[in-house]
């Protein structure tokens, strides 16, 4: 049976919010969560970011099930620092949490104000960040000079099972890349064909653990209804890589949208107003390849969508799953 999980948006939503829409998740029945990890929401409607790192510890403590994160190692974050904090939640809740990683975007990293590397050298560090991860999380006392820079460092509190990496991908390429380092593999929703692609690209590549999908989905009362949350929330999905890689403020993300067809985010956010027919929809992407689905209401209000999940979505998911 695929596991079906609740991806918690940071991006919309207030860290309070989101951690009572996480136990109400849990409530509802899905299986375990998700969250992003972001400086920045992608636009300045969605109006929140809050810090994932603490909010995972908070919502580990208020639930029972499994818990993950996407995180982007090499720039904003050392990789020394994220190890302490992973090795420190899998301590803390043994079993229980996981990590995606990839290789970032510029709307949360240029912060720092070092310059944002093109995509090969950020896949290079990448690398190097999760080779330091590991080690730390393993006990060792690492050195390292690349292109990030590790002198004596160890971790003290360590869990008895380190949590695992998985990658992110939203390419055939980088999914056969990531099948030589990663335990997993996470990527999003896209055409049925490219989504076969990378889960193809990985597993042929000999990449094992679980593949995992997260869908963008906005459930309503009615079709209009469900467009328009998917339009004022989440309009940013009208653009893909490698555009959102490198845009860095949310207003970029805004005026990079202006003017197209907004009618495009049909095929970014699967609107619905029938959860049946939505189950279904869902179905068929997981049958592509997917042992765990994270499900993401686009809408900032997530009460109604945990309570039809609860009735009925999850039911129909189920029983086709």
Known sequence: MVFIGFHAS?????????LDAVIGAERAGFDGAMCSDHLAPWTPAQGHSGFALSWVAAALARTRFSIGMVNAPGQRYHPVVIAQAFSTLAEMFPGRFWAAMGSGEAINEHVTGDGWPAKPIRNERLRE??????????GEEVDHDGLVRVHRARVWSLPAEPPPLFATAVSTET???AASWAQGLATVAQ??????????????????????????????ESDELAFTIARE?????????????????????????????????RTAVLVDHDAV?????????????????????????QSRFLDVSATELIPALKERL
């Open 10 to 18: 940071h991006e919309q939503i207030a860290p309070s919010a989101l």
């Open 129 to 138: 960040s999760v080779d330091v991860i590991h080690r730390l999380m393993n």
């Open 175 to 177: 999914a056969a890349w």
């Open 191 to 220: 055409e049925p064909a490219a989504l076969r692609r990378v889960v193809d690209g990985y597993r042929d590549a000999g990449g094992t653990g679980p593949c995992i999908l997260q869908v963008h989905v906005s459930l309503a």
């Open 233 to 265: 929330q989440w309009s940013n999905g009208l653009l893909s890589p490698p555009i959102t890689w490198d845009l860095e403020q949310p207003e970029d993300f805004e005026a990079a949208v202006a003017g197209l067809d907004e009618e495009q985010l």
């Open 277 to 301: 027919s939505l189950a279904d929809r869902i179905a068929d992407l997981a049958e592509i390849g997917f042992d765990r689905v994270y499900l993401h209401h686009v809408g900032t209000e």
